[in-house]
């Protein structure tokens, strides 16, 4: 006999991997396989489901006064673990204080290599179905649940509790029965349900999927067409051929582990977060090296602009300061010009004197308006002026007979 397990599982279109309270488990040891849905508005659910499909499928016997408990046993050790670390939030430490229960949905399945045969046993709303090899219509199908006809899915599924001896609903089981070639599907309620309304096309549609991408891309085209809803979605399919043959043989198997997924989807989103942080970094450095580069530029147009003004005046003041230079250059040469001839001639050294003052005093007076508004004097004018206004004046009686006398006293 030759048997060939997949194993795909998936959360809610808004949640993560690790968010995912489907579990799912298989034991070739004991030939046993199990399949669990975890109440999404009960307490930890998921790891009540884990517990519950590892539980079963890693005993040869399942004893029914003490599986449940002992189950419960662990799911407790796990809790409080949670529970008391320091970062759990008020709400859940509320809750475990209340003793509020995990729920949890349930199918179990198990082949018995020497009888070759099988038997099933489920509690809620996750199904099994069996699918012949020569199947001719679907109601050729075995379907298991504890679902009454007709069958409606809702919020309210039978289920397994995490505390007590209370659970909802009654174990259905299915005693053995002969193995055939075929196909057992074990399901979660939403692919369950999707897998009923589509009956024949489903089978179809499950053949092609060869990984977990593939049922990934499945559930994303179903639940944008309305045809599969929302749900975390769990399926384990264990394909059984050659079944006169003694021994089980396990082939080919491709079963996804949630917590691998849930792993890989972590480092995923570590470095889509990494390379977010990484953009906004570049943008926020490019954003701020435009803002340097803008305040550059304001600070060189500023520049620029005194630059300007200052250029513009500066001529001006340059012009003026040579201008007044200049001019009190011309002065300094007109009156040493005429400290000159005054010196030359015969006039007495006090007429000299106060001719020269008094010139001074008036060239300065006369000349003030020109010095300043910079005016520029030409030194040959300057010198004439100075000469025609002395030759102009006329010489005093006294000087002319002192001249006269100094001349005679000469000869």
């Excluded at 006169?244 to 691998?260: F, G, R």
């Amino acid at each position: 006999m030759q048997v060939t397990i997949k194993g795909y599982i998936t959360s809610k279109e808004s949640e993560l991997f690790s968010d995912c309270a489907d579990r799912y488990a298989y034991d070739q040891t004991h030939h046993k396989f199990s399949i669990s849905d975890g109440v999404s508005k009960s307490f930890f659910p998921k790891y009540w489901a884990e517990y519950l499909v590892k539980e079963f499928v890693s005993r040869e016997k399942i004893e029914d006064e003490t599986f449940l408990p002992e189950c419960q046993e662990k799911w407790l050790k796990k809790i409080t673990e949670i529970v008391n670390k320091p970062t759990v939030k008020w709400f859940t430490q509320n809750a475990f204080n209340k003793k509020s229960p995990a729920l949890a949905t349930f199918v179990g399945l198990r082949f018995f290599e020497k009888e070759k045969k099988w038997e099933a046993s489920a509690l809620g709303d996750s199904f099994l179905f069996f699918v012949p090899k020569q199947m001719k219509t679907f109601e050729d199908c075995i379907i298991l649940s504890s679902k009454k006809e007709p069958i409606i899915f809702d919020n309210f599924p039978d289920y397994f509790s995490s505390i007590g001896e209370k659970f909802k609903g009654k174990v259905k089981q299915i005693s053995k029965r002969d193995l055939k070639d075929g196909t057992f599907y074990l399901m979660t309620d939403a692919l369950a349900e999707w897998f009923i309304n589509e009956r024949e096309n489903a089978i179809g549609k499950i053949d092609v999927w060869q990984n977990q991408k593939d049922f990934e891309r499945f559930i994303d085209e179903e639940r944008q067409t309305e045809k599969l809803g929302n749900d975390d979605s769990a399926i384990l399919i264990i394909n059984v051929e050659k079944v006169n043959k003694s021994k089980i043989k396990y082939a080919d198997n491709s079963v996804s582990d949630i917590y691998q997924l849930s792993a890989e989807q972590d480092i995923e989103i570590g470095k889509r977060e990494s390379e977010i942080a990484k953009k906004k970094e570049t943008e926020r450095k490019e954003s701020q090296r435009k803002e340097e580069e803008e305040k550059s530029k304001v600070v060189e147009s500023e520049i620029k602009e005194e630059s300007e003004l200052v250029v513009e005046k500066e001529p001006a003041n340059i012009e003026n300061n040579e201008t007044e230079e200049e001019t009190k250059g011309y002065i300094e040469k007109g009156v040493n010009f005429v400290k000159n001839v005054f010196i030359n001639s015969d006039t007495t050294n006090e007429e000299k004197e106060t001719i020269e003052e008094t010139k001074e005093i008036e060239y300065k007076q006369e000349n003030a308006e020109s010095i300043k508004v910079g005016k520029k004097e030409d030194s040959y004018t300057l010198k004439t002026e100075l000469i025609k206004d002395i030759k102009q004046e006329p010489i005093p009686k006294e000087k002319e007979s002192k001249q006269s006398k100094n001349i005679t006293d000469k000869f």
